[in-house]
């Protein structure tokens, strides 16, 4: 038996002649986190919000639970969404809020008040089932509409940027708060933002989507280490990317002339005179005052960035642009506008084949 939930082949949407998703396939497993990450106007909401049914798919097949669901309303899809804007009902309870669905579905008394006390307790809002949303945080109201998401036993919850209205210190408590719930209760989360970090926290699999279409989809740590395209190394976290033409290959080693200077890369299945985008982590990047085998790299240090936890140096090169490299504490053997030769070890960068 499949331990797939959520089951997109070849599906695509169009709005007129614009087709925001094209050729999507995705294979949500049970009890998994994953995450739809990009740009606004890659396609991600829209792709989430027709597994809800809220779109049509132009073209293409969605199953949940091995069963084809586009000819099925909202209601009868087993899978839930919640929204950034919460959709909580401003003249209804805490409570009435979270019973509703329950309520409309014409459940007994009883029943209603036993399984949204549950609920209450899971979200840790015990004491506020009187209250009406306007006497909430915007943590609590987010709280509210997971509850009333959870309420009714979906396969699938979908979430649609739920913190994006909370301030940056309350959203990583939520962000830790929404994984630790998704663990206990096991069911798949799909769930769509923009913010790197907050996929990189949460996720058991990303998927980096690009205008409409999927540029990788793998675990947080292989997109992060191992980016294997140009846009999904410039898009998570922060990278040196280096576009050049492979001069040398020998063995798993690859010499590439870029217009900052020569650089050497760990990588195969490479060919002398193929365009290539090398990528590096700023906190792999190592500078000196003299060259090392393999790289010509010369620039002059342009500034001290204090970012808290780390310092970071910016360093512009000959070509005019700007290569970062990050430090716990500054190096005092540097300071602005020396002149430095930047080089790392080869295994840390990433080879990217240049699309054709």
């Known amino acids: 038996m499949s ?15 614009n ?12 009890g998994e986190f994953l995450t739809l990450l990009g740009p606004s106007g890659c396609g991600k909401t829209t792709t989430l919000r027709m597994i809800a049914g809220f779109e049509e798919a132009s073209s293409g097949t969605i199953k949940v639970q091995g069963e084809n669901i586009e000819d099925k309303e909202p209601f009868e899809r087993d899978v839930n969404t919640v929204f950034q804007n919460y959709a909580l009902f401003p003249h209804m ?24 006390n549950e609920m209450l307790n899971l979200v840790q809002l015990n004491g ?31 979430l649609d940027e739920p913190l994006g209205a ?30 790197q970090e907050e996929a990189l926290t ?7 989507m690009n205008g409409g279409v999927i540029e990788q989809l793998a675990s947080p740590s292989e997109i992060y280490d191992r980016p294997i395209t140009r846009f999904v190394a410039g898009f998570i976290g922060e990278s040196n990317i280096f576009d050049g033409e492979v001069v040398k290959v020998d063995s798993e080693m690859i010499d590439v002339k870029t217009p900052a200077g020569d650089i050497r890369v760990k990588g195969d299945n490479f060919k002398v005179g193929e365009k290539i ?22 620039g002059k240090i342009k500034d001290f960035i204090y970012m808290g936890t780390v310092l970071k140096t910016a360093v512009d090169m000959k070509d005019n642009t700007e290569i970062k490299y990050s430090r716990f504490e500054k190096d005092d053997d540097f300071k602005e506008k020396d002149s430095i030769y930047i080089y790392w070890n080869p295994d840390k960068a990433v080879a990217i084949k240049a699309k054709v």
């Open 166 to 195: 909370l301030d940056l210190k309350l959203r990583k408590q939520m962000q830790v708060e929404l994984k630790r719930l998704q663990k206990k209760l096991g069911i798949t989360f799909i769930y769509v933002t923009h913010d």
């Open 202 to 208: 949460m996720s058991d699999r990303i998927a980096i």
């Open 277 to 298: 985008h090398v990528s590096i982590r700023p906190e792999y990047v190592k500078v000196g005052t003299d060259t090392v085998e393999g790289f010509n790299l010369k």
């Open 128 to 158: 506020y089932e009187k209250r009406k949303p306007e006497a909430l945080s915007g943590g609590q109201m987010q709280r509210v509409a997971i509850a009333r998401a959870l309420i009714n036993n979906p396969k699938v919850l979908l």
């Open 19 to 30: 087709k925001v998703v094209k050729k999507m396939n995705i294979d949500v497993k049970k």
């Open 93 to 116: 309870s805490v409570f009435d809020n979270i019973g509703y669905a329950l309520k409309i579905r014409k459940k007994p008394k009883d029943e209603i008040k036993r399984r949204v």
């Open 3 to 17: 331990d797939s939930i959520v089951t997109l082949i070849d599906v695509e949407k169009s709005f007129g002649k």
